[in-house]
């Protein structure tokens, strides 16, 4: 779970399935497309992703084979509440899918129509695969020197550089205290509790701007609601932001407003 900050990391916020913005911040953070036909920068940069790839928007398959071809590459994501959903539901496990995961397997349905079960098969085991493997969180080392946590939805201090099951679901979902009558999840402010040193970049709460408290900062600014896809780039300490071009997400109640 230690990445070394080298050349620089760009660590991005919550896509869900916004694709085109996806490529359109590429392009803005300077990467360019090389021989190989991957996503490279020119400095030798790493990419981050705080998980949530997928799910609610329009193109989830476009952007989980974006992380497969590019994974361990120059790029590294993290595990996230839907990600985890989306794995379980592949490996054939009894899920509901529900709250935009179910656009991902009208996804697939498309997909399987047009390229066959075959191929539809092997490509759900390669997600699969990559899913259930990725990490509850990374720590960005500067040579060596532990300096920035990457996490889906909240940490605490005592969980950093370790992992249990206990750990795994707290980096997925947050302090979760229990559901509401509307079945919602409870949430409790970790982060107005963190009096860490290192620095923690998480997603997951969609928040209209950057939220920055006790050395926390959110980047997920709901781009899949019509707000907008963040990258924080390390060591810069930069925002980098697109617009969503609209809100995908069907949702009733817009969490950004
Ligand atoms: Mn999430």
Same mark, same amino acid.
């Given at each position: 779970?230690?990445?070394?900050?080298?050349?620089?990391?760009?660590?991005?916020?919550?896509?869900?399935?916004?694709?085109?913005?996806?490529? *359109?911040?590429?392009?803005?953070?300077?990467?360019?497309?090389?021989? *190989?036909?991957?996503?490279?920068?020119?400095?030798? /940069?790493?990419?981050?992703?705080? $998980?949530?790839?997928?799910? !609610?928007?329009? =193109?989830?398959?476009?952007?989980?084979?974006?992380?497969?071809?590019?994974?361990?590459?120059?790029?590294?994501?993290?595990?996230?509440?839907?990600?985890?959903?989306?794995? /379980?539901?592949?490996?054939?496990?009894?899920?509901?899918?529900?709250?935009?995961?179910?656009?991902?397997?009208?996804?697939?349905?498309?997909?399987? =129509?047009?390229?066959?079960?075959?191929?539809?098969?092997?490509?759900?085991? *390669?997600?699969?695969?990559?899913?259930?493997?990725?990490?509850?969180?990374?720590?960005?080392?500067? *040579?060596?020197?532990?300096?920035?946590?990457?996490?889906?939805?909240?940490? /605490?201090?005592?969980?950093?550089?370790?992992?249990?099951?206990?750990? =795994?679901?707290?980096?997925?979902?947050?302090?979760?205290?229990?559901?509401?009558?509307?079945?919602?999840?409870? !949430?409790?402010?970790?982060?107005?509790?963190?009096? $860490?040193?290192?620095?923690?970049?998480? $997603?997951?709460?969609? =928040?209209?701007?950057?939220?920055?408290?006790?050395?926390?900062?959110?980047?997920?600014?709901?781009?899949?609601?019509? $707000?907008?896809?963040?990258?924080? /780039?390390?060591?810069?300490?930069?925002?980098?932001?697109?617009?969503?071009? !609209?809100?995908?997400?069907?949702?009733?109640?817009?969490?950004?407003?």
């Amino acid at each position: 779970m230690y990445i070394e900050v080298g050349n620089g990391v760009d660590i991005i916020g919550d896509i869900h399935a916004c694709f085109d913005e996806w490529i *359109q911040m590429l392009h803005q953070l300077g990467y360019e497309k090389n021989e *190989q036909g991957l996503y490279a920068h020119p400095k030798g /940069r790493k990419i981050i992703s705080l $998980g949530d790839i997928m799910s !609610r928007g329009p =193109k989830s398959i476009d952007t989980m084979k974006f992380f497969l071809k590019h994974y361990n590459v120059n790029t590294y994501m993290i595990d996230s509440n839907h990600g985890w959903k989306i794995a /379980r539901w592949l490996d054939g496990r009894k899920v509901q899918l529900k709250h935009g995961d179910e656009k991902v397997e009208e996804e697939f349905n498309q997909y399987e =129509k047009i390229h066959g079960i075959e191929k539809t098969k092997k490509l759900k085991n *390669q997600f699969k695969d990559l899913l259930m493997n990725v990490p509850s969180h990374y720590i960005l080392t500067d *040579q060596g020197h532990p300096k920035v946590v990457c996490v889906h939805a909240g940490i /605490r201090e005592e969980f950093i550089g370790k992992e249990s099951n206990r750990i =795994k679901n707290f980096c997925r979902y947050g302090d979760v205290a229990g559901m509401d009558e509307q079945g919602k999840p409870i !949430r409790r402010e970790w982060y107005k509790q963190y009096k $860490g040193s290192l620095l923690v970049i998480w $997603g997951h709460e969609p =928040k209209p701007e950057p939220l920055i408290m006790n050395n926390t900062i959110n980047i997920d600014q709901g781009v899949v609601f019509g $707000g907008k896809l963040t990258a924080y /780039r390390y060591p810069e300490k930069e925002f980098v932001f697109v617009q969503a071009k !609209r809100d995908y997400s069907g949702a009733k109640e817009n969490p950004l407003k």
